[in-house]
């Protein structure tokens, strides 16, 4: 029979806005519409919105034939995540508790965002238990939400992009559950890290660094557009780049590694975490600048595999008529993982 369906999951990037809408049948979980379309590059700056006209115009005209009701995802610099240790209390009165536990942590005032949790870890041996706290400017949320509004959808659940990757990470890769992975979701303007553990996100953050950057620096180095200068990241056999491209890339690869394994350095030396990390999963558009899976195995010392977000979720036929699954496979995951969390 068919389980829930009928929500439109949107995850708007820097670059392009992703839609994803599933359906679920006979205990199967299925694609039912899919776009992925460009935004303008005045639409943002710094990563943050700051003209939303472009945003509304491509929505309302690719995303006609979806649910009017949205399930978005939010990220940059209006939120912070953090692990935090409060004294262990029942789960049904840390509702009540958690806005002054969390008040000293937040960079915000308090009264100026949204605070949600997730218990990670509840030791026996301890008077202590650990959140997840995650805590994201109302302004923020509310700007996007204006943006389906004014576009003509109804805005239902805003959600975290880097929540949003694990649950589609987990959801096709139940076999690694007990494992602690690495995940990156390198887009244009940010990467989106997080650290699972048997299964629960104890590290999240948002580094400012993605594709956008490789195209920036090529085009300045070589003396070309911006455009050109994605075709030239983007090519499939590095050995054919000038040497000046294929520099440009190497440092830049480096440049991001680092950053990750700064990242990742302070999360095991603040949490104490000595458990290794069987395998990084990257996936996102900028994942696929020549050079960087090898270049982030080296530097983190753990194999890099491509995340596959559509590993058990099935594309019919139609859906593979408007976009290819390569395409799909490595621009979906965040919007896939707001879509599970309705539909499983």
């Known amino acids: 029979m068919f389980g829930k369906k009928g929500i439109s999951a949107v995850d708007i990037g820097n670059s392009s806005i992703k839609a994803v809408e599933l359906s679920k049948r006979f205990g199967k979980i299925g694609i039912k519409s899919f776009d992925a379309s460009l935004v303008r590059p005045t639409s943002f700056s ?8 472009g945003l509304q115009s491509s929505i309302q005209s690719n995303l006609k034939d979806f649910s009017k009701d949205v399930i978005f995802s939010c990220c940059g610099s209006s939120m912070m995540v953090k692990k935090i240790s409060i004294p262990k209390i029942d789960p049904e009165f840390i509702p009540d508790q958690i806005r002054w536990e969390a008040e000293q942590y937040i960079p915000f005032n308090i009264d100026e965002v949204n605070i949600e949790f997730e218990v990670v870890d ?12 995650v805590a994201i400017l109302k302004s923020k949320v509310k700007s996007y939400a ?22 589609c990470f987990t959801y096709n890769y139940p076999e690694v559950k007990n494992e602690a992975v690495v995940l990156l979701d390198i887009g244009a303007y940010y990467t989106n890290l997080v650290v699972l553990n048997r299964g629960k996100v104890v590290y999240y953050r948002d580094i400012q660094f993605g ?31 000038p040497d000046i491209a294929a520099d440009t890339i190497v440092s830049l690869n480096e440049k991001l590694s680092s950053q990750i394994l700064g990242s990742l350095d302070f999360f095991k030396n603040t949490e104490s975490f000595t458990r290794g990390f069987s395998k990084i999963y990257v996936t ?15 530097t983190l010392g753990a194999g890099v595999e491509y ?27 965040v919007a896939i993982g707001l879509s599970l969390r309705e539909i499983q």
Do not use: C, H, W
């Open 307 to 333: 995340m596959n977000a559509l590993k058990k979720i099935s594309v019919p036929s139609k859906v593979l008529k408007s976009t290819n699954e390569v395409k799909l496979q490595y621009m979906s995951a």
């Open 146 to 167: 204006s943006i389906f509004q004014n576009a003509g959808f109804i805005p239902k659940i805003a959600d975290v992009s880097g929540f949003a990757l694990a649950n």
């Open 211 to 241: 594709g956008s950057k490789y195209d920036e620096e090529l085009s300045k180095n070589l003396g070309v557009t911006k455009e050109e200068a994605r075709s030239i990241k983007q090519t499939s056999n590095p050995a054919t780049l």
């Open 122 to 133: 509840s030791p026996a041996d301890s008077e202590n238990m650990g959140l997840l706290l």
């Open 284 to 298: 996102g558009g900028g994942s696929l600048a020549p050079g960087l899976t090898k270049n982030l195995s080296r």
């Open 46 to 53: 710094g990563g943050e919105i700051v003209q939303a006209e």
